[in-house]
């Protein structure tokens, strides 16, 4: 059983910055993916990124040129770092792991393992 922490989350103004991690064990494994999802009150779950275990990345396009996924497989730890930050981007934000092979997906049901979220809110 695979636990993921989240951590990071706090207010800030719009156009600020925040950096999001995940601490996350399945980066010792041989084959991973890993990706963030946000909800904001009354939305369903998006997905924002990921990246697999070649290092490879992607992103939803609201995102593009303002967030960067990385994992630290020393650390065991995955980051989200959140530059010129919109009121739009206010949402629960959760890390969640996909171990059964490195196959990323954009679906929320392809990730096994899930963490308990942080708070991210923006104001104008």
């Known amino acids: 059983q695979e636990r993921l922490v989240e951590s990071g989350g706090d207010s800030v103004l719009a156009g600020g910055s925040l950096r999001l991690s995940c601490a996350a064990s399945?980066?010792?494994?041989?084959?991973?993916?890993m990706g963030w999802f946000r909800q904001a009150p009354g939305e369903e779950r998006e997905w924002v990124a990921y990246?697999?275990?070649?290092?490879?990345?992607r992103y939803t396009a609201s995102v593009q040129g303002r967030f960067t996924i990385s994992a630290d497989s020393v650390k065991d730890s995955l980051h989200l770092q959140m530059n010129s930050l919109k009121p739009e981007d206010t949402a629960i934000y959760y890390c969640?792991?996909?171990?059964?092979?490195?196959?990323?997906?954009?679906?929320?049901?392809?990730?096994?393992?899930w963490g308990r979220g942080t708070q991210v809110t923006v104001a104008s």
């Open positions: 399945v980066l010792t494994r041989r084959y991973w993916c």
């Open positions: 990246i697999d275990d070649s290092g490879t990345t």
């Open positions: 969640a792991a996909r171990i059964i092979d490195n196959f990323c997906y954009s679906g929320a049901r392809r990730y096994e393992y």
